[in-house]
């Protein structure tokens, strides 16, 4: 799975919690606020949406937010 999040470059990851754990770092370092850090996006080896990661870590099925969302992983 290939792992992308605010402009940077795509990053090899091998579960969501890994792809999770690498945004809460960076998110972490940069200090930046919700509106600044967008979620990551994880795609498979074609290019297509896996899930998506939010500010708060959490993994999430859907490319967008829906009442009612459970997160795959947190």
Known sequence: MMFEFNGRRPVAVSS???????YCA????SGFGSSRM???VIR?????FVARVSYNGRVW????????????TV
């Open 44 to 48: 498979n080896e074609a290019g297509q």
């Open 38 to 40: 967008r979620d990551g």
């Open 61 to 72: 099925g859907s490319e967008c937010w829906h009442s009612g969302d459970v997160p795959l």
């Open 16 to 22: 969501l919690k890994e792809a999770s754990d690498i």
């Open 26 to 29: 960076a998110r972490d370092k």
